[in-house]
C-alpha cells in the first residue's frame, strides 16, 4: 500500500516491497497447486535434476541503496509540473530562460526529498506496524535516525544553493511549499480533506514558481485545473488506501486521517472534482488570446472527459489509484488518449 508523504500524492514503499492487494483474493487460490511443479520424495527434498544439467542458482534482485530509497527518486517526477505549466502558457519563456527553470526543479526536487525523510522519521514508529511499510528504510532499520537527519540537511543544504538563482517570487513559492509540508508532517495529515487539500496545494505551488521562474504569464483558470486535478488524484489514492486498510483492519493504526473518510464519501467527492476540473480546463482553453481558442474547447474537451472518467473508473473498478504518477503514465488507453489530445492542441496552435 501506499502514502503520501510530506504533502504530495505520492508512493513511499520500498520498491522491493510493493504493495498489498485492495481486493481479496478468492478463497479457491488458497488452495491450488501448480500442476507442473516438481513431486517431492518422502523426504520433503525435491529430486535432484538429471544428469548434466546444472542448477541455476536463483537471481538476487538489487537492493537500493537505504539513502536513496529514503528521497524517493521515483517521486522526483512530480516536480515536473514546474515546466508544465509555463510550457502550455508560454513556451518560449522556457527557451529564454533554461538555468532558471532547471533550478526551480532542482529547488522543489531538494525540498520534496527533505520533506519525505522528516515524514518518515516522524513515522517509523507506525510504519513498523505495517505490512508494506515496515520495509521502508527507516522502519526497518537500514538506515538510522541520525544518519536520516543528515540526509535530510544535505537536502536542505542544496534547496538554499539551488534557490539562490531564482527571483524572489520563486523563492517565497519554495517557502510556501516547505511551510505546509511542515505543518502536514507534524499535525495536519491526520485531519480527513485537510491532508488531500494540502497535497494538491504543494503542485499549486510548483506551477506558480515555475511561472514566476521564467516569467511565464499566470492564467488562473489553468492554475485551478491544476489544483482540482492533483486533488482528484489524492482522492483516489485516498479511496485506495482506505479499501486496502479496511482490508486489514488497520485504516486508523495506518493512517489516522482514514477514519474521517468512508468510500461513498470519496466517490461523490471524486465526482465533484471531476466536473470541477473539466469547467476550469474548458475556460482555461476559452480564455487563451487564440483566434480559434473556441473551436480547441470543443475539439479537445471529449479528451479530457476520457482522461478524468478513466482515471475514476481505474480507482473504482480496477481498484488503482495507490500510486496515481505510475497508474497514469503505464495505462495504455490514457497515455493514448494525452498524445491524441496534445497533438490536437498542437495542431490549433499552428492554425
Known amino acids: 500500500m501506499n502514502r503520501v508523504g510530506g504533502g504530495d500524492a505520492v508512493d513511499t514503499e520500498d520498491p522491493e516491497s510493493r504493495t498489498v492487494p485492495a481486493v481479496p483474493a478468492p478463497r479457491a487460490a488458497t488452495a491450488v497447486v501448480t500442476a507442473g511443479a516438481p513431486s517431492r520424495g518422502r523426504s520433503g527434498q525435491q529430486p535432484a535434476p538429471p544428469a548434466g ?62 520533506v519525505y525523510v522528516l515524514n518518515d522519521w516522524l513515522d517509523r514508529e507506525r510504519d513498523r506496524l505495517h505490512p508494506v511499510k515496515r520495509h521502508r528504510p527507516l522502519a526497518g532499520g537500514r538506515i538510522g535516525p541520525v544518519g536520516a537527519a543528515l540526509l535530510g540537511l544535505t537536502c536542505l543544504a542544496a534547496l538554499a544553493l539551488s534557490a539562490a538563482f531564482l527571483p524572489g517570487a520563486a523563492q517565497a513559492a519554495i517557502a510556501g511549499y516547505g511551510v505546509i509540508n511542515l ?126 472518467c478513466r482515471y475514476v473508473q481505474m480507482v473504482a473498478v480496477r481498484s488503482s489509484g495507490g500510486e496515481p504518477g505510475r497508474d497514469v503514465l503505464t495505462d495504455v488507453p490514457l497515455v493514448i488518449n494525452a498524445v491524441l489530445w496534445l497533438a490536437c492542441l498542437a495542431a490549433g496552435r499552428l492554425l
Open 53 to 114: 544439467e546444472a542448477r541455476t542458482p536463483p537471481r538476487r534482485r538489487r537492493r537500493m541503496p537505504a539513502a536513496l530509497v529514503l528521497l524517493r527518486p521515483r517521486q522526483w517526477i512530480k516536480n515536473i509540473f514546474v515546466l508544465v505549466v509555463p510550457l502550455a502558457l508560454d513556451p518560449a519563456a522556457l527557451l529564454r530562460h533554461p538555468g532558471k527553470a532547471a533550478a526551480a526543479v532542482v529547488a522543489f526536487t531538494a525540498a520534496s526529498a527533505a
Open 183 to 308: 505543518a502536514y508532517c507534524l499535525a495536519l495529515k491526520h485531519h480527513a480533506l485537510v491532508d488531500v487539500s494540502l497535497v494538491a496545494s504543494g503542485f499549486v505551488l510548483r506551477a506558480v514558481a515555475g511561472c514566476v521562474a521564467v516569467a511565464a504569464p499566470f492564467n488562473p483558470a489553468l492554475v485551478i485545473c491544476v489544483y482540482c486535478t492533483c486533488l482528484l488524484l489524492s482522492l483516489g489514492k485516498r479511496r485506495h488506501e482506505l479499501a486496502a486498510a479496511e482490508l486489514l483492519g488497520q485504516a486508523s493504526a495506518q493512517r489516522p486521517a482514514l477514519a474521517g473518510y468512508s468510500v461513498p464519501l470519496l466517490d461523490q467527492l471524486m465526482t465533484l472534482l471531476l466536473a470541477a476540473t473539466l469547467i476550469s480546463y474548458e475556460m482555461f482553453v476559452l480564455s487563451a488570446s487564440h483566434p480559434h481558442a473556441a473551436v480547441l474547447a470543443v475539439a479537445t474537451v471529449p479528451f479530457a472527459v476520457f482522461a478524468v
